[in-house]
């Protein structure tokens, strides 16, 4: 054991650092096999569901308030309550199968209000940005990672297919952030703000795909084609069903509610549509955000939107805040201070590349430079489904427990405002 270990990492006395990644890579899942937990604080207590809903309350409302006084988005303070009692560091809460199936509503009623946000007649009026400028954006971002991987092979070896499933996760940027700080600046109709939001739109249309493609990936590549093939024909059936029966009774059924003039009735029934075609696609094989998201795009064809959106966004924002703890809790700080410079060089590297790439493209897109620039600069933070991505790559055993860790700390710093 002592030979192999020396062999593996050098003299573990001389480099503990190096010591520790051995450790973890000794704990690499293999497959028929579960991967090993991170190391968590010896203190972490276990809760009744009340306890636990309890603690990541009030965890929640002291840290955005403490945010909040120091201006800074609430997202921050999410994640920071997170990483504070997470199993990592006090031990108040642990990373449970019941705080992750609380969380993953955030992600639920996320996908339902960008549903609700989706207009065919925007996207057709904004198509050539949105699919262009977007679509290269995010194909391009994606692409850039499998190549840039292998400068890594030698600490953390990575298949094509974590390189694409990493891809998809960094080339995110803020919808939330980015859209809030242009409106507060009244840019939204601005040159550089269109570019912006065309960029948005085609990114949360892009995480549905990837939310299936992400598990296929995660298979034999000789399951991976037969994987794909019966997500996509799931996806065109639901679809199908959906949009050709459902779209006309969403509205005769919505008009039914409405004319009780019961509000309460009325959030009872959005509650259920959303969940129910939540629940509907994942006895389909395929993620509730998918289901969650076209409950959304249904709903954005009748006349209640503008009502809908309002009824919904009190849930939304505090399960998507209870989301963003749990991502918190996942973090080791021990793990990212021992690998530090690694941090510190995906902070920097992903942020000039977006930045780069995103200018050049809004360039040949016609923008001039200042636009093509504050395009680059807006978008070239991280972003909320970055985590989501992250979230699922994870559960998947798709990349190294390490990586993914210093991944998350570098998405972490990512998300801070930036002044375009």
């Not at 990936?217 to 994987?227: E, F, H, T, V």
């Not at 309002?310 to 973090?331: A, N, S």
Request: aromatic share 8%; proline share 5%; charged share 15%.
């Amino acid at each position: 054991m002592a030979s192999k270990y020396t062999n593996e990492c050098g003299d573990a006395r001389a480099d503990p650092a190096n010591a520790a990644l051995a450790v973890f890579r000794r704990q690499a899942p293999v497959p028929g096999h579960s991967r090993p937990a991170l190391p968590v604080h010896p203190s972490v207590l276990m809760h009744s569901p009340l306890e636990l809903t309890l603690v990541l309350l009030a965890a929640a409302v002291f840290g955005v308030v403490a945010f909040r006084m120091l201006q800074l988005p609430p997202i921050l303070g999410y994640l920071a309550v997170g990483i504070l009692i997470g199993p990592h560091a006090l031990g108040l809460a642990s990373d449970t199968a019941q705080t992750k199936y609380l969380a993953e509503f955030g992600v639920v009623f996320l996908m339902f209000s960008i549903g609700l946000e989706f207009s065919l007649s925007k996207l057709r009026a904004m198509r050539r940005l949105v699919f262009g400028l977007g679509g290269s954006q995010v194909v391009l971002s994606m692409l850039a990672v499998v190549p840039a991987s292998w400068l890594f092979n030698w600490l953390f070896p990575l298949s094509w297919q974590a390189s694409v499933a990493l891809g998809g996760a960094l080339a995110m940027s803020s919808t939330a952030i980015v859209s809030k700080m242009l409106s507060e600046r009244v840019e939204l109709e601005s040159e550089h703000g269109r570019n912006i939001i065309s960029v948005l739109l085609f990114q949360d249309l892009a995480v549905v795909p990837l939310l299936i493609v992400i598990p296929a990936l995660s298979r034999d590549p000789g399951d991976m084609a037969a994987a794909l093939g019966m997500a996509t024909a799931k996806i065109a059936v639901a679809l199908g069903v959906i949009f050709f029966l459902g779209q006309r009774l969403m509205s005769r059924w919505f008009h039914v509610v409405a004319a009780r003039r019961s509000q309460e009735l009325f959030m009872l029934n959005l509650l259920l549509v959303t969940l129910g075609m939540a629940a509907l696609t994942e006895r389909l094989g395929l993620s509730m955000a998918l289901g969650a998201f076209m409950a959304g795009m249904l709903i954005s064809e009748t006349p209640y939107r503008h009502q809908v959106e309002e009824d919904i966004k009190p849930f939304r924002d505090v399960l998507l805040g209870l989301f963003f703890v749990t991502i918190g809790m996942l973090l080791n700080i021990q793990v990212v201070l021992e690998h530090a410079w690694l941090v510190l060089v995906l902070l920097v590297v992903p942020i000039l590349f977006k930045l780069v790439l995103i200018a050049v493209l809004a360039r040949l897109f016609g923008s001039r430079q200042g636009v093509a620039i504050r395009t680059g600069l807006g978008l070239a933070q991280a972003g909320e489904f970055g985590f989501v991505l992250l979230n699922q790559i994870d559960g998947l055993n798709l990349v190294d427990p390490v990586l993914i860790q210093v991944i998350l700390r570098r998405c972490c710093c990512r998300c801070w405002p930036r002044r375009s």
